[in-house]
C-alpha cells in the first residue's frame, strides 16, 4: 500500500470513509436548515434541540412502546414534524412581516425551553440506545472494519438528500414551494394555500432533523445537549453551502465531513476548528457561498 | 431591523430632559445600592451592563445582530487577566518550525492590564468585522456565531488560557500603583468610575455625527450608499468600538473575579448578552443597563426553581419576541413619549 | 446561576451542650457544592448532599448539641458561577466549610478563596493532584481520589498484568493531557510501552476516527484519558467497531460507577478502572448503600458520595474536640492530627499536604452474565495498599512540606 504524507492509505481511506459517515450526519442536518431557510428565510435555531428530540422519541418508543428502531424511524420524525407545526402555528407566523432576526431569536428561545426542560427530567448523562439487531455487526472492508450502521447511515443519508432535492428541484409540488417563497402573494392568487404549505414546509424540515436524530442515537450518546454544540457547525455548514441552496447543503455536508476526516488523521486537534476555518476562507472569496446565490 | 426602526422615532415632541435625569437616577442608585445589595454582585451586573451596552450599539444603532460577541468578551478577559499576572506574551509565528516572539513584559497593574485586554478585543473586532461585514441580516449573525466558536475552540486549547481550569487567582493589584484594589470599596468605585464613562463614551458615540450615520445605515443603506457614505467603513468602525467596549467589560471582569475562564468565550454567553439588551430594549441608551440587572437578578434569585433557569431564559426570549419587543426601557419610553 | 437549596437545619442546640462551644453564629454550615445538572450530576450531585446529611446524622449531632445546617448549590463545572458562589456563600451566608466540588478548575479557584478567607474546603469530587501539590493550602483537604492515584492504580496494575503496551486517546484540554502524562510516566516506570497516542478535540462527539488509529496501533491496552460523555461515547463506539473483540482492552482513567451504568454491561463489560470505593465491597458499604439508595432515586453511592461522608464525619469530630468552626486553619490542622476512622474508608489519615490516605482499587466490569443485577458491575482485580497508592510526599511540590 502507498503512503501519503507519513500515513498509509489504509488508514486513509478508513478516515475517508468514517468522515463520510460524520458528513452524512451534517448533510442530512444542513438539508433541513436550508430547506426551512430557502423556503421561509427562517433560521430554525431549534434545530438541534428537534434534532434531540428524535433520539429522545425513539428511545420513549422503545421503552414505553416497545417499538424498535425501524418504527422509530417513521414515527419520530412524524411526531416532531408535528411538533414544528404547532411552532410555527402559535409563534412563527407572526414573524414574517418582521426582520428575519425575530426568527432566529424566537427559534433560540424555543431551543433553551426545549433543552432545559429535558435537562430537567433527564438529566445531562444520557440514555443508552443500541444498534438495532438487523444492523450489528459489520464488515471487514480489508483497510478498516466497518460496522454495517455505519454503512446503512451513509446510504440513507444520501438517499434521503437526494430525494429531497429531486421533490424540491425537479418536481410540481416544490416549484409551487419555491415560487411561494419568492411572491407569495402572486401564488396565493392563483388559488395555492401558500399559508399550509409554509407550516408543512416548516414541518418537513423538523421532521428531517428529527430523521437525524433518530440515525444518531444508536452511535452517539443521546443527550439533551447533543444538538446543542452541533447546531453551529451545521451552521456553518449552510452558510458555506449557500443559504438558500439545497444541493449546497447536502454538497458542502459530505465534503466537510470529509476534509474534518482527513483533518484528524493529520492535524487531530484542530478537527473541531477546521469547518470555521474553512468558512471564514469560503466567505472572503465567495460571500453568497459556494451554491449561493447573492442577495 | 424593523421593530428597532420604532423607537429612536417617537411621535411627537421628544423630551430630551429625560436622558440627563435617567443618567442621574443611574449614578445615584450606584452611590446608595451598595449599602443594600452584595457589592460583588454589583460589580458583575455592572460589567455586563457594560458588555450590554456595547453590543446594544452595533444591534440597536446599526441594525447588525452579532451573535458572537462573548469572543471579545471573553479573550479581552483572558488577555487582561494574563497581563496583569503574567505579564510575559509569546506569539507564535512559523518559519522553518514554530518559532516564539516573545514580548517580555512584567505582570502588570490592573489599568494597563484592562486597557491591554480592550486593545485586544479591538484587534479581533477588526479581524472578525472584516470578514463579517461583508454580509448583511441572518447571513452576518451566522458569521459571527460561527467565527465566536471557532475562537471559543482555540481558547480551549490555547497554553496560555489553561483551558479548562482557566486563568485562576488573577492579582487584583494597586491601581495607578496607588489604589489597592483587594480592597472591596475600591473595586467597585474602579468598575463604577469605568462603566459609567465608558456609557457616556457611548453615548457621546450615538449621539454624534458619526452616529447619526449610523442611524441613517440602519433605516435604509443604499439610500445612504447613494448619499456617499462609505458604509462598509462606518459599519466596521461600528463593529470595533462595540467590540472594544466589550473587551473594557470583559478586562474589567476579570479584573474584579481574578479569574478569566471559558464561560466568558462560549455561545451561551452571546445568548445572554442578546437576551438581556432585549429584555431591556434595543436601540435604547439606557435599556441595556436595565435588561443587565434585570437577568443577573433573576438568575441570581431563581436559584429555588433548579434547572428551570433555562427554561425561564428562553421563555423571556418567546415573550418578548412576540409581546414585548420593545423591551422594559423601550415600553416605558414610549408610554411617557421621551426618549430614553 | 446559583441553585441555592437549602434543606432543612438540622437539630436545635439546647442549654447544655452548646454552652461550652462557640460556632460562628451558632451553626455548624456545611456548604455542598458540586454539579447537580450537568454531566456530573450523577456521580455527584444531590446524592452529596444526601451523604453530608447521613454524616451529620450518624455523627450525632443533635445528641451533643451541635447545630448543623446544610446547605447546596449547583456550580455547572464552571470556575466563574462556582467562585460566585462560594463567594458569596462565605462573605454573606456564614458558611462554614465548603464540601465536594467535582471539576478540578471549579475546585482550584474555590481552594484559593477559601484560603483568603480561612475556611475549610474538603475536596470530594475533584481529581487535580495539583491541590496537594504546589496548589495546596493549609485549608484543603483533598479526599477522595486524584489523578495520580488514577494513574499509578490503573497503569501500574494493569502493566503488571500484562498490558504493557499502551495507546492514548486523549481529550485535548489540560486535565485530559495530565491524565495522560501521569498515566505515560507510570506505564514506563514499570517497564511498560507507550506507542502512540492521538489528542481529540474537548468535547467530541464522534471517536471512530481516533478509534481507528488506536486500533491500527496493535497496542494491548488503549487508554481513555478523557471523562464524562468523552469516555461513555469513546467506549460506546469503541464497542460499536469491535475493538474489545480484536484483543485490545480499554482502560478508563476517569471513570465512575454511574458511566457504566449509563453504559450499560453490554457496551461496558471489560473496562478497566481505578476507584476508591465500591459498595459491594464490605458489609459496611453495602449497609451505606441500603439506607443511602432510597434517598436518591435508586442510585448507588460512588466514591465521591462516599467520601462527602467520610471527610464530614472527620470535620465534625475535629471542630467538636476544637469546640469552634471559625479558624480553618485551625480545624484543618486537628483533622490532619487526629486519625481517620469512618464506616466507610475504615482507618486512614490526612497527611500534612492535605491528602488523605487509603486504599485504592482495581476493578473490571463484569460481563452481563457475570452480574447479579443493576449496579452489581464490579470485579475486583487488584487492591493498592495505602503506602503505594497516592503520590510520595516528597515529591508533590507542596509549598506546606518543604521546610
Redesign the interface.
Known sequence: MFEVFGVSSQVLFGQLLIGLINGSFYALLSLGLAVIFGMLNIINFTHGAQYMLGAFVAIFLLQYAGLGYWWALLIAPLVVGATGIIIERLFLRWLYQLDHLYGLLLTFGLALITEGVFRNYFGSSGLPYSVPPSLQGGQNLGFMFLPNYRAWVIVFSLTICLATWFVIERTKLGSYLRAATENPTLVRAFGINVPRMITLTYGFGVALAALAGVMAAPIYNVSPQMGANLIIVVFAVVVIGGMGSILGAIVTGFGLGLIEGLTKVFFPEASNTVIFVVMAVVLLIRPAGLFGRST | ???VEQMGTTAGPVRLWSEPVAFAAMVLLLVVLPAFV?P??LM?ALCFALFACAFNLLIGYVGL?S?GHALFLGWASYLSAHLAKVGQISVPYWLGGWQWFVIPLPPLPPELAILGGAATAALLGLIVGA?AI??Q???F???T???A??MF??A??APFT?????I??VPRGRLFGVVDLSNQTNMYITVAVIFLGSFLMIYRIINSPFGEVLKAIRENEPRAISLGYRTDRYKLMAFVLSATFAGVAGATKAIV???A????VD?PMS?EV?LMT?VGGLGTVFGPVVGAFFVMTM??Y???I?????????????V???LF?RGIVGELAHRLRVRL | MKRLISLSALAVAFGCGAAHAQYTDGTIKIGVMNDMSGTYADLSGQGSVVAARMAVEDFGAARKGMKVEIVGADHQNKPDVGSNVVRTWLDVDKVDVIVDVPTSSVALAVSEIVRDKNKVFLVSGAGASDLTGPQCTANTIHWTYDTWALANGTGSAIVKTGGDTWFFLTANYAFGMALERDTAAVVTKNGGKVLGQVRHPFPGTDFSSFLLQAQASKAKIIGLANAGSDTINSVKQAAEFGITRGGQNLAALLAFITDVHALGLQTAQGLIMTEAWYWDLNDANREFTKRFAPQYKGIHPTMVHAGVYSAVTHYLKAVEALKSDADGKAIVAKMKEMPTDDPLFGKGTVRADGRKIHPMYLFEVKKPSESKGAWDYYKLRATIPESEAFRPLAEGGCPLVRS
Open positions: 431591523m424593523a421593530a452584595y460583588v454582585f458583575k445582530l451573535f470578514i461583508r454580509r441580516g441572518i447571513y449573525a451566522m458569521i456565531l460561527a467565527l466558536q471557532m475552540f482555540f480551549v486549547q489553561h483551558g479548562e481550569d482557566g485562576q487567582a473575579f481574578q479569574l475562564s471559558l464561560t466568558d455561545w445568548g442578546i432585549l438568575e441570581n431563581l436559584t429555588a433548579g434547572q428551570w433557569v433555562f427554561v425561564v431564559q428562553g421563555s423571556i426570549f418567546v418578548c419576541v412576540l419587543r
